[in-house]
């Protein structure tokens, strides 16, 4: 049996290279497929989770535009009934179960690891699980699309319509099911990323210290793991009511279509935050990189971001304000609708006073956050106007909401994403992208986007309801829909070109050094691409900015074992040392737990006995899974 | 207040519109317009301020050290704008529901009407304690001018929702619960309305008109709507009826006075006089009456009316009596 | 319309001169699209079908989820029931419906005894309560004047 003091590890007597080639070999992912599919580190399973995100992201994209075609010109034949509610159901629900969420975590993924200064995810394998299952649900909602058995009652789908009676067949199913898929890996992923940043950071990232990026990821974890329950509940009551006769949201037999309503919704407000937060956390990181200081009033941002969690848990009838609940009610969900723009107003000002007190260099990412700022502004203030009821009583079901969650969702989440990808693109390809083209793409893109969607506000104050395949000519809305339609591919056009840029980086863009922003955190303190350990020593952090902070060599502690994967744990307020942590070696299981588990999902779309017989190799693959490792546990010293 | 919603007008253009809510003809449209109006003008204010703020953060000349403490007071007074702001609203919002529902307060006693929203139709109702004056019609409501109304809102399948944005914001209308809405139409005109809320394939066409007229004209159109349709002279109208009444067409329409009763379809008593077809597809003539009849599916695929095979005779027969309807 | 011995002769005779009948494409059409299911589930309530059939348990008229079928239990031959009507109070439906909305009808009735593709029956209705999930329910053979007839089972 070894003793604890003659294991290797990192530190004094091993450095250097002799350090990288043992912690390769213990951290690195052999290119055989079976190592692929079995990979649990995070920057892979990150990467995969963007790149799929980004498909989707793409593929919404592409409906956006056929509908943007057919709407057109009024009175257009381009496109069926049926075929376009079902494009907008797709759209819908593309975007937002299947690339604003999975993006925001996707990014997570890959950066709070190595923002916290930490080797892994916790939870590696629980994350490679999330993929997949998120995997599968994507392909499972296209491929029904693709055979016409797509959803067509919206992307919140709501009953009487989607219910037994009137839509029939089993495109509703699919769209229900595709929600489990998507909740249940949203859910694994919130539940490792809170994890890792309350247990994982770096010596002395203190909570207080941490950046801003990893306190949103800890407030959008936490509102997806008390919000996706709901939805959860809300499409199981659906797809029992389907499946099998029970009577939710059947009124005659004492149920309620607006239980479905109350139940989505109180997910549904809470997940438009969820996509909204993390583009938040990119602002602050870009603005604190590029402005060469660290965002201003770094408490009122971390206060304003929490706030935004919990308020976000508490406006969801705002939705409902059509519906004839009581008046009294209506008014509690205005006032907070309207409280909550007091958190977004401050952070606004805070990143302002940053370009305002720092040096700021206008390189791409800055640039897009400028665009945010003008862009969430503008769709922040419309949301002001909405969240009175009987403003709202005239815009709700408008194009003039269509124009408020674009602007929210495109300028608060899309802008900003645009922006980290350019800002993190070296890191994790080691190039930098092409910078006048970034340029460029703002550019176009912020043009584009308003052209499509500020005649929007317009088109609804004239009339115009959502979620309509035509409209008559002669309404005063057909300019307004042409010259939406052209901005709609001038914004496509910015987004290929951000493709493009993409594309011709990975050859051909400049090489980048570990960190060639100049910026403070700690993932710029290792290599770009970061070596499969991420860190050969875990850096100890004394500041918020570490980088600016320890100008040369970071300080780090030593001591981790270099033949075994593990991390260091540590307190959750201090982030003192507290211990070590094995971290899970690669395993097949959770792609066959995930396999397993969408057969049990995609089977009880068409019968109940699938939740039976399904559960047999999901939970095989489970004890698997979770079976005890054999060998020897060396002692370990116990640390002061 | 015309004013006030003109000064909106202004750099919207041409807002005036039969279904636009930037033209107020309703009181309570009106009372809506001038809130956002009020809207507009605070949050273009807070609006500019970040603009302002931005431009000259990013268009400043840099001096070193400058202080971070007068950034504090700053983001202090910013805070407190915000709140103030955010106080102005939403107290001016909750006074605005208040109007709202005082609007028809110390006038004449409302108007009673029932619509049912079905897919993808309306069916309207005028109540009335008299059961031999209550009106039943599809797709268009004719209102007094300067009279109160209140509607109450049923759907027999899936969520509709009424909206009218000349005269009021929209009310959803959902199966298992009844709903209401108060109009006060002020102006004289023709408006139109659509369904506002995803109800299905024809969701699109799903559309009324509302002929808001003075009081007047509006007892005469109750007087003729009440009257029993006339009846065939000619052979040919007696031959004409004669088909319409044994085929298809009686099992799902009503037309009061015949044996048709149907209460699947529209109530088609009058239809000859009503602005539109289809639930606001179509306009009313006589070559699109007989296209419609003709081969609804191609005009409104998946309506609940089947294209039922006709010869080219039998559809004139069905659309010469259709027509006599006025 | 039972087969007799005489029309099994005829078709004998018939099938030896080279004739194959074609399946009447209808039958696999109505049974396994849930659309048309669906608008025979609404058509089934508004012309107040269950007046005598109740929710296909039948009252004044007979059962329609049983395996019992007086008038053949094929969908061809139920929609040739509500097309032409019936002895003892089954009115004609010829001029009150199209033929496909008569389909949509007879496919519906089918899936009362599950004899429709599991996957295109809805549940239930936006009604009260009637009968067991038309998802659920065991499929049911169908039989004429006692025999089993095999063309009729899905």
Not at chain 1, 319 to 347: D, E, K, N, W
């Amino acid at each position: 049996m070894t003793a604890a003091a003659d294991l290797p590890r990192d530190g004094a007597e091993l450095r250097g290279e002799a350090l990288h080639a043992r912690l390769s070999r213990t951290w690195d992912t052999p290119g055989d497929l079976y190592a692929r599919l079995a990979t649990v580190d995070h920057k892979i399973v990150g990467q995969r989770y963007i790149v799929t995100a980004f498909a989707f992201l793409l593929l919404g994209g592409v409906l956006a535009l056929i509908m943007r075609t057919q709407l057109a010109t009024p009175d257009s034949g381009l496109i069926s009934a049926d075929r376009y509610n079902q494009i907008f159901s797709m759209h819908g629900t593309t975007m937002m179960f299947l690339f604003a969420v999975p993006m925001g975590e996707a990014m997570a993924i890959y950066l709070i690891p190595l923002m916290l200064g930490t080797r892994n995810i916790s939870f590696p394998r629980l994350n490679a699980f999330s993929y997949w299952v998120y995997l599968a649900g994507g392909i499972m909602i296209w491929v029904a699309f693709l055979l016409n058995v797509g959803p067509e009652t919206g992307w919140f789908s709501y009953v009487p319509l989607a219910g037994p009676e009137y839509s029939a067949g089993k495109r509703t199913d699919f769209w229900a099911q595709m929600i489990t898929f998507t909740e249940v890996s949203a859910l694994a992923t919130s539940v490792s990323l809170i994890a890792s940043i309350l247990k994982q950071r770096a010596p002395g990232m203190a909570i207080g210290r941490m950046p801003l990026f990893a306190w949103a990821m800890l407030v959008t974890s936490l509102m997806v793991v008390f919000a996706m329950p709901a939805v959860m509940l809300a499409s199981s009551f659906l797809i029992a009511d389907r499946l099998v006769g029970t009577q939710f949201y059947n009124p005659t037999e004492g149920g309620d279509a607006l239980l479905w309503q109350h139940l989505f919704w109180f997910f549904g407000h809470p997940e438009v935050y969820i996509i909204f937060i993390p583009g938040l956390g990119f602002v602050s990181q870009i603005t604190e990189t590029f402005c060469r200081r660290p965002v201003f009033a770094y408490p009122v941002m971390v206060l304003a971001m929490v706030s935004i969690g919990l308020l976000a848990f508490g406006l969801w009838v705002h939705h409902m304000f059509a519906t004839g609940l009581p008046r009294v009610g209506y008014s509690f969900y205005t006032a907070a609708s309207m409280m909550i723009a007091l958190p977004s107003g401050l952070q606004i000002f805070c990143w302002i006073a940053t370009m305002w007190l720092g040096r700021p260099r206008f390189d791409a990412p800055l640039l897009w956050v400028l665009a945010f700022i003008v862009t969430f502004v503008m769709g922040g203030l419309t949301g002001v106007m909405v969240a009175s009821v009987p403003l709202d009583l005239q815009l709700h079901d408008t194009y003039f909401i269509v124009a408020h969650f674009h602007y929210v969702l495109i300028g608060g989440m899309v802008f900003p994403l645009l922006g980290a990808i350019t800002y993190w693109f070296p890191k994790i390809t080691g190039r930098l992208m092409h910078e006048p083209l970034g340029k460029a793409t703002v550019a176009l893109g912020f043009v584009g986007f308003h052209t499509a969607f500020f005649p929007m506000h317009v088109t609804g104050i004239l009339g115009m309801p959502r979620r309509v395949y035509t409209y008559p000519a002669g309404m005063g809305w057909d300019t307004l829909n042409l010259v939406s339609s052209i901005g709609a591919f001038l914004f496509a056009a910015a987004i290929l070109l951000f493709v493009l840029n993409i594309l011709w980086s990975l050859r051909r863009g400049r090489p980048a050094g570990p960190d060639p922003w100049a910026a403070p955190t700690l993932e710029w303190a290792t290599s770009s691409p970061p070596a499969p350990y991420n860190f050969p020593h875990i850096p100890v952090v004394t500041g918020h900015a570490p980088l600016w902070d320890e100008p040369g060599d970071l300080p780090v502690m030593t001591g981790l074992r270099v033949d075994d994967r593990e991390l260091l744990l540590t307190t959750v307020m201090d982030a003192d040392p507290e211990g070590r942590e094995a971290s899970a070696l690669p395993s097949i299981w959770p792609l066959i737990a995930a396999i397993a588990t969408t057969i049990l999902f995609i089977g009880s779309i068409f019968t109940p006995w699938a939740v039976v017989w399904g559960a047999i190799p999901a939970a095989a693959a489970l004890i698997a899974w979770f079976w005890p490792k054999s060998g020897d546990v060396p002692p370990e010293p116990v640390i002061e | 207040m015309r004013r006030r919603a003109a000064l909106t007008a202004l750099p919207l253009g041409g807002c005036a519109g039969i279904q636009s809510a930037a033209d107020g003809a309703g009181r309570h449209a009106a009372i809506v317009g001038d809130l956002f109006t009020l809207f507009l003008w605070i949050t273009g204010f807070f609006f500019l301020l970040v603009l302002l703020f931005l431009g000259w953060a990013i268009l400043r000349r840099r001096s070193d050290g400058t202080a971070e403490r007068g950034m504090a007071v700053t983001l202090a007074g910013w805070a407190g704008l915000i709140t103030l702001g955010l106080f102005a609203l939403t107290i001016a919002s909750f006074f605005t529901d208040r109007w709202l529902a005082a609007a028809s307060a110390g006038r004449e006693p409302p108007l009673r009407l029932k619509v049912t929203a079905q897919q993808w139709w309306w069916q309207i109702e005028y109540l009335d304690p008299l059961p031999a004056n209550r009106l039943r019609t599809a797709n268009v409501i004719h209102l007094p001018a300067g009279r109160p109304v209140e509607i109450s809102l049923a759907a027999e399948d899936v969520i509709h929702s009424f909206w009218v944005p000349n005269l009021a914001g929209k009310q959803d209308l959902i199966p298992g619960r009844t709903t209401d809405i108060q109009l006060l139409p002020t102006r004289v005109g023709r408006f139109r309305g659509q369904c506002a809320e995803f109800c299905g394939l024809q969701h699109a066409h799903m559309a009324l008109d509302i002929i808001v007229e003075p009081a007047k004209d509006f007892a005469a159109w109750r007087t003729k709507a009440l009257a029993p349709a006339p009846a065939p002279q000619t052979p040919q109208q007696k031959a004409d009826y004669a088909y319409f009444m044994t085929h298809q067409c009686a099992s799902c329409h009503a037309i009061s006075g015949t044996p048709a009763q149907g209460t699947i379809g529209p109530d088609l008593t009058g239809v000859a006089g009503r602005l539109s077809l289809a639930a606001g597809t179509l306009p009313n003539n006589r070559a699109m009456l007989q296209g419609w009849i003709a081969n609804p599916q191609t005009i409104k695929p998946g309506s609940r009316m089947p294209t039922i095979k006709m010869s080219g005779a039998e559809l004139e027969a069905v659309t010469a009596y259709l027509e006599t309807l006025s | 319309m039972v087969p007799t011995r005489i029309d099994a002769h005829r078709m004998a005779l018939a099938e030896a001169s080279g004739f194959r009948p074609q399946p009447d494409r209808r039958i696999d059409w109505f049974e396994s699209n849930a659309y048309e299911i669906g608008q025979g589930q609404q058509l089934y309530d508004q012309f107040n079908c269950s007046t005598c059939h109740a929710n296909g348990g039948g009252d004044i008229g007979p059962a329609l989820m049983d395996s019992a079928w007086t008038y053949g239990g094929r969908i061809d031959q139920i929609a040739a029931s509500i097309r032409d009507g019936r002895p003892n109070g089954m009115p004609a439906f010829r001029d009150t419906l199209t033929e496909q909305q008569i389909w949509q009808i007879a496919g519906y009735v089918r899936s009362m005894s599950g004899n429709v593709a599991r996957d295109a029956a809805s549940s239930r209705g936006d009604t009260m309560a009637n009968t067991e999930p038309l998802t659920r329910i065991r499929q049911e053979p169908v039989t004429v004047a006692g025999r089993v007839d095999r063309s009729a089972t899905r």
